[in-house]
């Protein structure tokens, strides 16, 4: 058996041109949506991201701001410009790129934006939201994995669902996002004990742990869905996720490659969540 592909890039690009339609029944009525982006430093990861997520931007017809500081750059002038972009009203969203340099603290400047503002889903009021099953804004990564299972028509309830990896941008809040669309959770990481008693079980297998081919073909279920959020850079340049994607697609019932599968769809999240804070905004 060889697993289906659930290609995430060719759902971005269909979710997208109908962002486009959006943003232009908005402009009728004198509406932009706009993302501010900040960037902190020189980490090259990052500076990509940030220009990914200003050219998906430009090519729906948002209205981008980005706006870039040195490392050494005192905490409390970003959080001066967070004020400031709060009280913007052409900035429906406010974006800062993490990792922040060891001199910030990165709470303080994610609970500085404004709940109605924060795209990400990072603030604790929404990360509460989301808690309650009632989400005002989604983390964009999760977000575009349950749009993945929502497209491909992969039903979560009753399932057995294992999320490997518990960071506040990913694991957890997939994890909240599973049980709300009623599977049964089991939140792992790589300390995890008898790991592979979890995975094997899983109807539904989600890893973002940040270790290359760290999920092997043995750990995975027969006919499982998995789905790879890791992106990792081998020594020779090349990418690869946290599953070992050529043994996995063996086992595996549909799964994700990497790239051009969960990444595609964090980017076109923001940008939903962005055109959406702009059309609360204006009253629709």
């Known amino acids: 058996m060889t697993a289906q592909i659930l290609d995430g890039k060719v759902l971005a690009q269909r979710l997208r041109a109908g962002f486009r339609e959006q943003c232009g029944a908005l402009a009728v009525r004198g509406v932009r949506p ?15 991201y940030v220009h990914n997520k200003v050219k998906a931007c430009e090519d729906v017809g948002l209205y ?82 349950m749009k993945m299972f929502e497209q491909s028509e992969i039903d979560l309830s009753g399932k057995e669902a294992v999320v490997i990896g518990r960071s506040n941008i990913v694991g957890k809040p997939m994890a909240l996002l599973l049980i709300n669309a009623g599977a049964t959770v089991t939140v792992c990481n790589s300390r995890t004990r008898e790991l592979r008693a979890h995975t094997r079980r899983a109807d539904i297998l989600i890893a973002a742990v940040g270790k290359p081919r760290f999920v092997t073909a043995d750990m995975i279920k027969p006919g499982a869905v998995v789905i790879d959020v890791g992106i ?53």
């Open 232 to 284: 990792n850079r081998l020594p020779d340049g090349k990418l690869c996720g946290d599953v070992d994607f050529d043994a996995a697609r063996e086992i595996a019932g549909q799964i994700t490659p990497v790239p051009g599968g969960v990444g595609p769809m964090t980017i076109t999240m923001l940008l939903a969540n962005t055109i959406e804070a702009a059309e609360r905004e204006s009253g629709k």
């Open 64 to 145: 981008s701001e980005k706006l870039v500081y040195p490392a050494d750059i005192a905490p409390a002038v970003v959080l001066d410009k967070i004020a400031e972009l709060n009280a913007d009203t052409k900035v429906h969203g406010i974006l800062v790129q993490l990792p922040l340099p060891a001199h910030f603290d990165e709470a303080a400047v994610l609970e500085a934006i404004a709940p109605k503002k924060d795209v990400d889903g990072f603030h604790a009021e929404n990360v509460g939201a989301l808690a309650q099953g009632n989400p005002r804004f989604i983390p964009c990564t999760p977000y575009g994995v």
């Open 34 to 48: 706009g993302l501010a982006v900040i960037l902190v430093g020189e980490d090259a990861a990052s500076k990509v």
